[in-house]
C-alpha cells in the first residue's frame, strides 16, 4: 500500500493518518517495531519513517507500563479506595476501566506500550472478591491487602484525613446518656463501622479512657437483630451492670453466670445486652 501515510495522535492514541485523512490503529508491537527494531510495516502499510521524526515533541518509549491496584487505607472521615493505574517513570496515571481499546497509549507528551495481558490478572482479583475500582468497604480493602499479591500497593491515608473533619457524620448513639470525648466518638464511629460490616477489631485505648462507655454507646447506636454479648472478667460483670444501668438504663441488659443462670436462649433473647465471664461461655458453649 502507500507510504503516504503519517503518524498522528488521536484520543491519546498513536496512528496513522491516510492522505484522506482517515485515522488507521496501530498495534504497540507495530510502534515498537518501526521506531526501535528497524522495521517498515504496520496495518499492512509501508511506512518510511519512524513515529518520532513525524512527531519529535514526544518521546517514546519501549518498556511497557504495567497495571497494579493500589488501595487507599481508609480514614475517620473517609471510605477505602480502590484504583487501577498504570506506572509511569514519573507518577502514575488512573484507568478509568480494566478494558483496554489499545496496547498503547501517549500522554503528557510521551508515548508508552502497555502490559495489557497483566490486566487479566488484576480483573481476576477484583472479580474474585466483588469488587469495582472506586470506593470499597473496609471487609474489602482487607481481603485484598491479605492477599499479598506483588500488583497491589497499599497506601496509608494522607496524614490530614486521619484528623477528623468537620464532615465527618454524626454517630448514632441511640438512647445512650453521656456526653463523649472527640477520641470517643471516633473509637464509637470505629466499633459501628466494624459491626455493619460483621468484622472483629480492637478499641486499644488505655486503662481509664473510657472503653467501657464507647462499647455501651456502640451498642445503642446498633440495629443488631438479636442481644448483643459482652464477655469480660467475672469481677468486672457487676461493674458493667452499674455502668449500662448510668449510661443506658433503657437497655435491657442481664448478668449471666452462676448456677441460678438460665439455660434457655430464648429466655436471653428478651434482653437487649447478656453480659457473662469467659468461664460462663466455656462452660455453656
Known sequence: MSSDYKWDVDSGGLGLRTPDGVFVEVTAAEVVGIEFKGRASAQGCTVLRKPSDSLP??????????????LRSPSAS??????????????????????????????????????T?????????????????????????????????????????AEAEE????????????????????????????????ASEELGGVLGDEMGLGKTIQVIAAFNGSAA????????????????????????PETRVTVHRGSGRTGFPSVLRRNEVVVTSYETVVRDL
Open 78 to 115: 473517609r471510605a477505602a479506595e480502590c484504583r487501577i493505574v498504570l506506572k509511569t517513570p514519573d507518577g502514575s496515571m488512573s484507568v478509568d476501566s480494566l478494558a483496554r481499546e489499545r496496547d498503547h497509549l501517549t500522554v503528557d507528551n510521551a508515548w508508552y506500550p502497555v502490559a
Open 117 to 157: 495481558s497483566l490486566f487479566g490478572e488484576i480483573q481476576n482479583q477484583l472479580v474474585a472478591e466483588g469488587i469495582t475500582p472506586g470506593p470499597i468497604s473496609l471487609r474489602q480493602f482487607l481481603a485484598l491487602a491479605r492477599l499479598g499479591s506483588p500488583r497491589i500497593i497499599v497506601e496509608p491515608a
Open 225 to 248: 437483630a438479636g442481644p448483643s454479648l459482652v464477655v469480660a472478667p467475672a469481677t468486672l460483670l457487676e461493674n458493667w451492670r452499674r455502668e449500662f444501668e448510668k449510661f443506658s
Open 57 to 70: 515533541t514526544i518521546e517514546f518509549s519501549r518498556f511497557p507500563l504495567e497495571p497494579w491496584i493500589v
Open 163 to 194: 484528623i477528623e473533619s468537620t464532615q465527618t457524620p454524626k454517630i448514632e448513639t441511640g438512647s445512650f446518656r453521656g456526653q463523649l470525648y472527640p477520641y470517643q466518638e471516633t473509637g464509637v464511629r470505629w466499633i459501628q463501622r466494624l
